[in-house]
């Protein structure tokens, strides 16, 4: 959660079609399970940049994706989601997941 208390992953997944966010919250369980290697391995995961990665799922033509970072051991911490309209994931998004992977670093280290 932000600290504005807004949580936008959960807010835009409440917005998804019920098979695009049950499809996706099913990814980040089986990421959960089998582990960083393994959906790196099966493309459930791609590094986007210095420890951030996106969580990859389609369902037909609808591409959502969730942008995430790693904090301590085996615990990840989901910045937002979206829907992706192209191959290459929008500097915008990229932008705003890192913006929120700051605040969240910097509010834990006060």
Not at 69 to 97: C, M, N, W
């Amino acid at each position: 959660m932000r600290p504005n208390g807004h949580d936008e992953f959960l807010e835009w997944i409440e917005t998804l079609p019920q098979k695009d966010s049950a499809k996706l919250l099913r990814m980040i369980s089986e990421t959960e399970k089998n582990g960083m290697l393994m959906a790196q391995r099966l493309q459930w995961v791609k590094k986007v940049d210095v420890n951030l990665y996106e969580l990859r799922s389609k369902v037909g033509s609808n591409i959502q994706r969730a942008m995430y970072f790693h904090v301590i051991d085996g615990r990840y911490i989901i910045t937002h989601g979206f829907t992706k309209k192209s191959q290459k994931t929008p500097v915008k998004e990229l932008e705003h997941a890192k913006k929120i992977r700051k605040e969240w670093l910097d509010n834990e280290n006060k």
